[in-house]
């Protein structure tokens, strides 16, 4: 009987043992079934606070337009990666940045090919002003210009320049400006000159012989446009005319204007036997319908949109064929060859972007004269 006993307890004394554990595995399930929604909340709130915090910051910075392009630059990166990379440049060429109404180019400035001296007759009529003390350097700027055909005006330092923008108020169109000069040097005339407002419009091109950066980046705070160094290379001054400068007040030959760019009518007529009246007419449609690539090209280039700049590029080399702009076609060949080869692609958009507007200036003459 004892023995019984014994035996029952032991039994008893085990199910209480194992209801015990069962009490206690329910009891810790019962916890974290509780404390699971509260976590889950807790995170599904802090997110929704952070997102908010995210959408509410980004709201408020793309209000300015820089926010807004980096906005989406970071979408496109994030959607597609470019065609082509922009790797082992041989030339950069800064973005144009717009201010005082006028781009900003802050690094070498590109050269075109085969530019001879009479080229510059395409500027004819524009008012130039050259702020130089050296007279070498005077006569060299003088001679290079002097197809321009309109009297170019020269001051021997800073000071003298201000005199004529400010005071005398002559109306230039370019300023070309020495760094290191006696009385006052480039730098403080070019700040002198942006302080006038109504000089916003008037392009100041930095031509020095200084090389190490520090000098040109003071001209650039200052108010400068652009830059070329000495000596001076005439295929980076009519580059840099052409992004600032057109021909509107050109009263040139239109066959001359056509000699300059490189476009040939007649060779049309031959190749393709079209009548005059038929070139006119897709010279108006080239005009109506492709002006537009002189600002798109170089912003699909900025946003690395190789596909489309590709696509653009096709499309007017066929144009270009019918029209006779055989210089800007083979200067477009070249394009797309370097875009191909992820090569010098800074480079050709701004050689684009000066070559183009001027080949618009001068179909939009013609389209005029007839």
């Not at 041989?90 to 144009?96: A, F, G, Q, V, Y």
């Not at 650039?220 to 600032?244: C, Q, R, S």
């Not at 476009?263 to 080239?286: G, N």
């Amino acid at each position: 009987m004892g023995t019984e006993i014994s035996v029952i307890g032991e039994y008893a004394l085990y199910t209480l043992y194992i209801l015990l554990v069962i009490a206690i595995g329910v009891f810790v399930y019962i916890l974290q079934k509780k404390q699971l929604p509260v976590d889950i909340n807790e995170e599904e709130k802090q997110y929704k606070h952070n997102s908010y915090q995210v959408d509410k910051d980004l709201l408020s910075h793309s209000r300015t337009h820089v926010v807004k392009n980096e906005i989406k630059t970071l979408k496109k990166e994030k959607i597609q990666k470019p065609v082509f990379q922009e790797r082992n440049l041989k030339k950069e060429i800064t973005l144009p940045t717009d201010i005082n109404c006028l781009d900003i180019y802050k690094n070498d400035m590109p050269g075109l090919d085969e530019v001879k001296p009479y080229f510059f007759e395409y500027f004819k009529g524009q008012k130039l002003l050259i702020v130089e003390d050296n007279k070498i350097n005077q006569k060299i700027l003088l001679n290079v210009l002097k197809n321009i055909n309109t009297p170019i005006d020269v001051a021997d330092n800073g000071e003298e320049a201000v005199k004529k923008v400010l005071e005398e108020k002559h109306p230039y169109d370019m300023i070309l400006m020495d760094i290191s000069m006696p009385v006052m040097d480039g730098i403080n005339a070019t700040s002198n000159i942006r302080s006038d407002s109504g000089c916003d419009h008037v392009p100041i091109v930095t031509v020095t012989a200084f090389t190490s950066g520090l000098e040109i980046g003071q001209m650039f705070e200052a108010g400068a446009n652009a830059f070329l160094t000495k000596p001076l290379d005439i295929h980076k001054l009519f580059t840099v005319m052409l992004l600032f400068l057109d021909n509107t007040k050109s009263d040139l030959p239109i066959e001359k204007e056509f000699e300059i760019l490189g476009i040939d009518l007649t060779e049309v007529q031959d190749k393709i036997h079209a009548q005059a009246d038929e070139i006119k007419e897709t010279i108006e449609e080239f005009v109506n319908k492709f002006s537009s690539l002189e600002q798109k090209i170089p912003m699909w280039i900025d946003n690395h949109d190789f596909a489309e700049v590709q696509r653009a590029l096709d499309e007017l080399d066929m144009i270009l064929d019918l029209i006779g702009a055989i210089g800007m076609q083979n200067f477009i060949e070249s394009m797309q060859s370097a875009i191909e080869k992820s090569e010098d692609i800074e480079y050709y958009k701004v050689l684009f972007k000066a070559t183009y507007k001027a080949l618009l200036n001068t179909y939009k003459k013609y389209l005029n004269s007839i």
